[in-house]
């Protein structure tokens, strides 16, 4: 299950932008749009969660369910000819798929005796999948190669994922029985469908700083989700695709020394080892290029398991030790909605902005692309490093939501 959810995403989602610049003419605004359409999934579901799934219908059906009509719209999105008809089939696509993020969490929940031991081992397998996505783009079909992109070939990652969501759909209706959490007649009010509970965490000032530099700091992220693959692949970098899988493995390497950072360097070190990461590794991204200074393009896309581990995966866990009993899964319902939702649209919006004004297809400054978003970081880094104080947290083997 979580292997094939997570080779979806990733099938489609990393070359997303290539495919839109070069085969639909995007421009960066349109690139943003399409891309923001995550944010717009990840604000409506809790509704989707709150209103139906808690309520309603087993957790695995409606996975099932999902993705069979995930299926047919990803068909229709390798099929579109123009961005105009392109984009409605991914705005529905998210607004579908995003929710099925928290159905698989709650299925594994649900089943396990000790979700803080258990989780995280069968959370690996979706960056598993993410990975196999790319390195079958890359390196079994090369649709990202220059001749094969001019021709049009990415669309088959389209082709592609709708195949294995046909597969996760089925499949799910022979996954172990989740019915609805919420009791015949028991409500389910607005304030829990948003968390509004987790609220009160945020009089506290410390985590209300963290709070504020979750939100900024997704807007570095929205810059590397799309565009770099777009940058990788106009640069003529070789099977782009397969080497950005070295962010995923790395990924899997860091969240292990999680733990030893969070003993050695307490809570707020390991942030802002995080938060340094995505200034440098955009610097990498401004300054190498595909011939002598290569190494400076594969360490950049490697350090994405610092970025992403050390940020976000210990924000998870500064969250979680934060938060009440009563309350953890609010606050981290809250998190999600702020970072994803909210400073992930802004972070689109702004990187589309960006971009347009530094040229267009084939004729991008990159370096200056690169740059607004390493200078973004190091604020946010400075800011954070003068206004939060200090907090130690213990490690429950939190696993991240998203590659």
């Given at each position: 299950?979580?292997?094939?959810?997570?080779?979806?995403?990733?099938?489609?989602?990393?070359?997303?932008?290539?495919?839109?610049?070069?085969?639909?003419?995007?421009?960066?605004?349109?690139?943003?749009?399409?891309?923001?359409?995550?944010?717009?999934?990840?604000?409506?579901?809790?509704?989707v969660?709150?209103?139906?799934?808690?309520?309603?219908?087993?957790?695995e059906?409606?996975?099932?369910?999902?993705?069979?009509?995930?299926?047919?719209?990803?068909?229709?999105?390798?099929?579109?000819?123009s961005?105009?008809?392109?984009?409605?089939?991914?705005?529905?696509?998210?607004i579908?798929?995003?929710p099925?993020?928290?159905?698989?969490?709650?299925?594994?929940?649900?089943?396990?005796?000790?979700?803080?031991?258990?989780?995280?081992?069968?959370?690996?397998?979706?960056?598993?999948?993410?990975?196999?996505?790319?390195?079958?783009?890359?390196y079994?079909?090369?649709?990202?190669?220059?001749?094969?992109?001019?021709?049009?070939?990415?669309?088959?990652?389209?082709?592609?994922?709708?195949?294995?969501?046909?597969?996760?759909?089925?499949?799910?209706?022979?996954?172990?029985?989740?019915?609805?959490?919420?009791?015949?007649?028991?409500?389910?009010?607005?304030?829990?469908?948003l968390?509004?509970?987790?609220?009160?965490?945020?009089?506290?000032?410390?985590?209300?700083?963290?709070?504020?530099?979750?939100?900024?700091?997704?807007?570095?992220?929205?810059?590397?989700?799309?565009?770099?693959?777009?940058?990788?692949?106009?640069?003529?970098?070789?099977?782009?695709?397969?080497?950005?899988?070295?962010?995923?493995?790395?990924?899997?390497?860091?969240?292990?020394?999680?733990?030893?950072?969070?003993?050695?360097?307490?809570?707020?070190?390991?942030?802002?080892v995080?938060?340094?990461?995505?200034?440098?590794?955009?610097?990498?991204?401004?300054?190498?290029?595909?011939?002598?200074?290569?190494?400076?393009?594969?360490?950049?896309?490697?350090?994405?398991?610092?970025?992403?581990?050390?940020?976000?995966?210990?924000?998870?866990?500064?969250?979680?030790?934060?938060?009440?009993?009563?309350?953890?899964?609010?606050?981290?319902?809250?998190?999600?909605?702020?970072t994803?939702?909210?400073?992930?649209?802004?972070?689109?919006?702004?990187?589309?902005?960006?971009?347009?004004?530094?040229?267009?297809?084939?004729?991008?400054?990159?370096?200056?692309?690169?740059?607004?978003?390493?200078?973004?970081?190091?604020?946010?880094?400075?800011?954070?490093?003068?206004?939060?104080?200090n907090?130690?947290?213990?490690?429950?083997?939190?696993?991240?939501?998203?590659?």
């Amino acid at each position: 299950m979580m292997l094939l959810q997570f080779f979806i995403w990733g099938g489609w989602f990393v070359t997303m932008g290539s495919y839109l610049a070069a085969n639909l003419g995007a421009t960066g605004s349109q690139t943003a749009l399409a891309y923001s359409t995550q944010s717009w999934g990840a604000i409506i579901a809790p509704f989707v969660i709150g209103l139906i799934a808690d309520k309603y219908f087993n957790a695995e059906r409606l996975l099932g369910i999902i993705h069979l009509i995930g299926a047919a719209l990803l068909y229709l999105l390798s099929m579109a000819q123009s961005f105009a008809d392109f984009y409605p089939y991914l705005l529905a696509y998210m607004i579908l798929y995003m929710p099925t993020l928290a159905l698989v969490n709650a299925i594994c929940f649900r089943q396990m005796d000790d979700p803080s031991r258990h989780f995280s081992k069968i959370r690996l397998w979706g960056t598993v999948g993410w990975i196999i996505a790319g390195l079958i783009i890359s390196y079994l079909f090369s649709w990202d190669a220059p001749a094969a992109l001019a021709r049009g070939m990415l669309r088959y990652t389209f082709t592609m994922c709708a195949a294995a969501s046909l597969v996760l759909g089925l499949f799910s209706f022979t996954l172990p029985k989740t019915p609805p959490r919420v009791r015949p007649g028991e409500r389910v009010t607005l304030r829990d469908m948003l968390g509004l509970d987790a609220l009160a965490l945020l009089t506290d000032r410390n985590f209300l700083v963290f709070f504020i530099a979750s939100i900024l700091i997704c807007v570095p992220l929205a810059f590397y989700y799309q565009y770099a693959n777009l940058f990788l692949t106009e640069i003529h970098l070789a099977n782009a695709t397969g080497k950005q899988t070295l962010g995923q493995m790395s990924e899997v390497l860091f969240m292990l020394l999680i733990p030893l950072f969070l003993l050695r360097v307490g809570m707020k070190g390991t942030l802002l080892v995080g938060m340094l990461a995505w200034a440098l590794r955009y610097v990498l991204f401004a300054y190498g290029n595909p011939g002598n200074l290569v190494w400076m393009l594969l360490l950049g896309i490697a350090l994405h398991g610092v970025c992403y581990d050390f940020f976000f995966v210990s924000g998870q866990i500064y969250t979680d030790s934060k938060a009440g009993e009563r309350c953890k899964s609010a606050a981290q319902g809250m998190i999600t909605l702020a970072t994803y939702g909210v400073g992930m649209l802004v972070g689109f919006w702004a990187a589309g902005q960006i971009a347009s004004h530094y040229g267009g297809p084939g004729a991008r400054d990159w370096t200056a692309i690169w740059l607004f978003p390493a200078l973004f970081a190091i604020v946010v880094f400075l800011l954070f490093t003068a206004m939060f104080r200090n907090e130690k947290a213990a490690y429950r083997g939190t696993a991240p939501n998203l590659s």
